[in-house]
């Protein structure tokens, strides 16, 4: 990551498979899933599936958000008690603004409201990343400036979203977008929060998720325009984290992406692929987490990097060199690259 790569060295998930990162990561790992009926309901008359968290009480709302993500942050705290909160910004990653039915109408008040559920202060350089998908790869990035300029040893990266919203189903059951009884090429609502601890890679001597590039794009024929699609956006995202990460794509073994169930996605992460290929694989295994928790917007990131780590850790990896890619409806794209650093290999 222009020389300077971060290590992942905790995580925190509550999801519809579980209410802690190794639950979670268990539950998706053997493909199970928690896809129930909703209390909301679609045109044909059916109740939406859809994979909803439970907690101790039925909170919904801004309320069911802030506890999600105290969880999560709590997890990181308790696995890592060298973090000092005051001394440790906190990058909060939300659904984009123009989300339809966004609980969120003020992220600062958000913000200091988790900051009242956890009882803790962060650092003065902490901020809300309102940018969907993509807002773990632009929290990344905000890490790596704090941690380079301002010598800061930890950095927490939370999430929290739910899709499970009636105006946001509205929405996306109109635009032909949700699964329904009447519509098969769709995704499965979903709620999650999740939390990640970032460090300086070279200050810890042991096995290391490890991130070395990022990169970023536009895609102008995003899911809602008419534009045929040639996925310029995430290639140029897939292209942009190689050459940070100083590597050819050939050093690649597999990838976790954001798909949920969508046929766009599925169809642009393939063309992706095949524009910056040019390696003869015998196998490029595919991973997307998304079919067991259903989407659920700006989470989905740092879930994928939990579960990477799990798989890591656990050695169920296909490989030590992992492509990472997720997009936003409005045509945002981002990419990483990922490495399991062993002890070794150091």
């Known amino acids: 990551m222009s020389g300077f790569p971060l290590a992942i060295t905790g995580t925190g998930m509550v999801t519809g498979v579980g209410l802690d ?38 909170w919904r709302g801004k309320t069911k958000l802030i506890k999600m993500a105290a969880t999560a942050i709590n997890e990181c705290l308790a696995n890592n008690k060298q973090i000092v909160p005051e001394s440790t910004p906190l990058l909060l990653c939300l659904s984009e603004h123009e989300r339809k039915g966004r609980v969120i109408d003020d992220d600062n008040r958000f913000f200091h409201d988790l900051q009242d559920e956890l009882k803790l202060v962060f650092h003065g350089k902490s901020r809300v990343i309102a940018q969907g998908h993509v807002s773990i790869a632009v ?7 704090l941690i380079q300029e301002l010598k800061i040893k930890h950095v927490l990266i939370a999430a929290t979203d739910s899709l499970l919203v009636a105006p946001t189903l509205s929405h996306y059951e109109e635009n032909e977008r949700l699964l329904t009884s009447q519509n098969s090429n769709g995704f499965i609502p979903g709620e999650a929060a999740a939390a990640l601890v970032v460090e300086p890679s070279y200050s810890i001597q042991e096995n290391l998720l490890v991130c070395h590039g990022l990169g970023f794009g536009v895609e102008q024929a995003h899911v809602d325009s008419e534009e045929p699609l040639r996925a310029d956006g995430l290639t140029a995202a897939i292209k942009e984290s ?105």
């Open 21 to 58: 990162a190794p639950s979670s990561c268990a539950a998706i790992r053997c493909a199970i899933d928690n896809f129930q009926e909703t209390r909301f309901m679609d045109s044909g008359g059916e109740w939406i599936m859809g994979s909803e968290v439970s907690l101790e009480q039925p």
């Open 242 to 346: 190689l050459v940070d990460a100083g590597c050819g794509e050939g050093i690649l073994d597999f990838k976790i992406t954001d798909t949920s169930g969508e046929q766009y996605y599925f169809k642009e992460t393939s063309l992706a692929f095949s524009r910056i290929d040019r390696t003869k694989r015998k196998e490029f295994d595919f991973w997307h987490p998304a079919d067991c928790i259903g989407e659920i917007g700006a989470v989905i990131g740092l879930v994928i990097v939990a579960v990477l780590k799990s798989a890591c850790e656990k050695a169920y990896i296909k490989g030590n060199h992992i492509l990472t890619h997720l997009g936003n409806d409005g045509g945002k794209r981002s990419s990483m690259i990922f490495s399991w650093q062993t002890l070794e290999t150091q």
């Open 139 to 145: 929290a990344l990035k905000h890490a790596r400036l």
